[in-house]
T-cell receptor, first 117, second 111 residues
Framework: GAGVSQTPSNKVTEKGKYVELRCDPISGHTALYWYRQSLGQGPEFLIYFQGTGAADDSGLPNDRFFAVRPEGSVSTLKIQRTERGDSAVYLC???????????????FGQGTRLTVV | GEDVEQSLFLSVREGDSSVINCTYTDSSSTYLYWYKQEPGAGLQLLTYIFSNMDMKQDQRLTVLLNKKDKHLSLRIADTQTGDSAIYFCAESENYGQNFVFGPGTRLSVLP
């Protein structure tokens, strides 16, 4: 597609349930990022993939959060035992380059708004 | 840890200049960015500046960087109603990667 696509655009789930959020990066982009944006705040880094591997997962808040990118393209962010505090907009971004390479702008998707009730 | 701060709100009249300010704490910040977020839209990169520069101009946008004070500003000349949005300051060590964002400044442009 022309840009980063995230599905669903909105997700409402009950506390304690499991959710999966999907990101389709721009074709050919090897780097993929997940961020979380809580209401009234800036996005916070969660995890960075280079190809299929998680190069930096230091932003994941706890072990309920997990992300995969098995074929180096689509990524899924998985949240177990959701809590009300997980409610936020989850943003995905992709870029061409690898860590340390210059001039690789990150393009953001429109996000998935997750509401835990 | 790393921290990026911005004032939360700014109101200007159409046609005036807007100046949005940002401070950051990480001395190793190599790149500093301004992103724009409109309702229902993704983050859009407006401009960025490398830390060895002190100014960058791109059409109506002027970015000033005071590295000593760790202060970044974005000036929008001839502000239009279409400029109404939330503006995020961000920093990173490597271009385009692992951003630390500020809380965003909501710019309202009054007719």
């Amino acid at each position: 597609g022309a840009g980063v696509s995230q599905t669903p655009s909105n997700k409402v789930t009950e506390k304690g349930k499991y959710v999966e959020l999907r990101c389709d990066p721009i074709s050919g982009h090897t780097a993929l990022y997940w961020y979380r944006q809580s209401l009234g705040q800036g996005p916070e880094f969660l995890i960075y993939f280079q190809g299929t591997g998680a190069a930096d997962d230091s932003g994941l808040p706890n072990d309920r959060f997990f992300a995969v990118r098995p074929e180096g393209s689509v990524s899924t962010l998985k949240i177990q035992r959701t809590e009300r505090g997980d409610s936020a907009v989850y943003l995905c971004a992709s870029s061409v380059g690898t860590r340390g390479m210059g001039n690789t702008e990150a393009f953001f998707g429109q996000g998935t708004r997750l509401t835990v009730v | 840890g790393e921290d990026v701060e911005q004032s939360l709100f700014l109101s200007v009249r159409e046609g005036d200049s807007s100046v949005i300010n940002c401070t950051y704490t990480d001395s190793s910040s190599t790149y500093l960015y301004w992103y724009k977020q409109e309702p229902g839209a993704g983050l859009q990169l407006l401009t960025y500046i490398f830390s060895n520069m002190d100014m960058k101009q791109d059409q109506r946008l002027t970015v000033l960087l005071n590295k000593k004070d760790k202060h970044l500003s974005l000036r929008i000349a001839d502000t239009q109603t279409g400029d109404s949005a939330i503006y995020f300051c961000a920093e990173s060590e490597n271009y385009g990667q692992n951003f630390v964002f500020g809380p965003g400044t909501r710019l309202s442009v009054l007719p």
